[in-house]
């Protein structure tokens, strides 16, 4: 078992399952914290001020090991995306890949990370949605792409940053300092992973991030952004893309499930959204289908009395995609109809296309490792039944 990403209730579990006496196992719980989520130990040998027989059974049974990097690729600008493959997670499985992007700029340090391999929405925009779903992340699968990030950024004490590429520098400034659930899959699927995963990274003796400063973005799952913001206590993102119910029902298939007027129903009853926690509504902006005038003007209308933040996306093309991006013109006279209105209306740049990192181009190689994996497993049920 691997310990790198365990909650605190798990690395008790574990310490029990060595013999470490009860009366200890808050005390050594803490410190293995204190190394895993704050040092970034990865060797349980670097951990000074735990008994040395205590450390030996731990390395015995379990690891501190991180998923493996099978790739980094570096964007011109600045952009990092890293393919990772998982641990199995049972003997048919030869070890799931995901992928999580990093974003630069100069005073912070956006990381992008996935919480499903796979998705099962197929948002007809989204290169992730062209893949089958093959299984959710653990909280630990979660945590660990945060943990692989600071290693790569030398973003713990005593780390490294890497030669090449822009990080945050500054006294206090951490090269991860936002987290965004952006990645593959669609995190209210996988809500208590997701919940647990924020919990780890939210703990102010560990990785102590801001929950202010992580965004859990959402396609409309409806039953779940009251826990999200309950539980959580995160800042929310609303993957949108559309004014009417016909439009979205193309664009975003799970809006036949739960159309505009109950999405935005739970917008507005979203725990602890204010004028300070404004949601934040995702927007692509795709040639000839959602980008002219009376678009903007229905999006106004549409969002009237929320506390709204508006995120445009210039549509990020990918292999084989329907869709064009809007013209710059185009997108500018969107934002300026969405702006006078009152509302914020940032164009996020496009960050990462040349590496296929940017926004919707996400896809690894899953749709192999669940075609293996199934067919092993029928393999083996063959063989068990000769």
Known sequence: MRLAGATRGEIIQSLRETGVPDRELNMRASQLWHWIYHRGAGDFGAMRNIARPVLDRLAERFTLARPEVVAEQLSADGTRKWLLRMAPAHRFDKGAEIECVYIPESDRGTLCVSSQVGCTLNCSFCHTGTMP?????????????VLVARDRLGDFPGGVAPASGLVPKGEGVRAVSNIVFMGMGEPLYNF??????????????GLSLSKRRITVSTSGVVPEMARLGAECGTMLAVSLHATNNALRDKLVPLNRK????????????????????RITFEYVMLKGVNDS?????????????????????PFNPWPGSAFECSDWQTIERFSEIVFNAGY?????TPRGRDILAACGQLKSESEKLRARARMMLEESLAVGQD
């Not at 914020?344 to 996020?348: F, H, Q």
């Open 133 to 145: 779903l093959v299984r959710n992340l653990t909280a630990a699968e979660i945590v660990a792409q």
């Open 344 to 348: 914020a209306s940032p164009v996020r």
């Open 258 to 277: 739960y159309p505009l007027e109950t999405l935005l129903e739970a917008c507005r009853n979203y725990p602890g959204a204010s004028n300070a926690r």
């Open 293 to 313: 005038p009376a678009e903007a003007r229905a999006l106004v209308r549409l969002l009237k009395g929320l506390p709204a933040k508006i995120n445009l996306i």
């Open 192 to 205: 208590e992973a997701v919940r647990d995963a924020i919990a780890i990274l939210t703990d102010g003796d």
